[in-house]
């Protein structure tokens, strides 16, 4: 479950049509969420491998899993 302290965090373009999507469905269900994109450090060092994609939105859970 995530809380504020834990939120999501959501990798994306403020350009993409898809990352646009999954904003939408995350603050229509009202779930906290932290919005960074694709060039943040994290992504390259960490999402980038464990997803082995380079596509976006990708979606870090709280957890560390990847979607």
Same mark, same amino acid.
């Given at each position: 479950?995530?809380?504020?302290? +834990? ?14 999507? &999954?904003? &939408?469905?995350?603050?229509? +269900? ?9 060039? !943040?450090?994290?992504?390259?060092? $960490?999402?980038?491998? &464990?997803? +082995? +994609? !380079? ?9 560390? &899993?990847? $979607?």
């Amino acid at each position: 479950m995530t809380t504020s302290q +834990n939120p999501l965090i959501l990798y994306g373009a403020p350009c993409s049509l898809y990352t646009a999507k &999954a904003r &939408a469905c995350l603050r229509k +269900n009202a779930i906290p969420f932290e919005e960074r994109f694709q060039s !943040h450090p994290r992504y390259r060092e $960490v999402v980038l491998k &464990a997803a +082995n +994609n !380079h596509r976006i939105p990708v979606v870090e859970f709280p957890d560390g &899993a990847i $979607v």
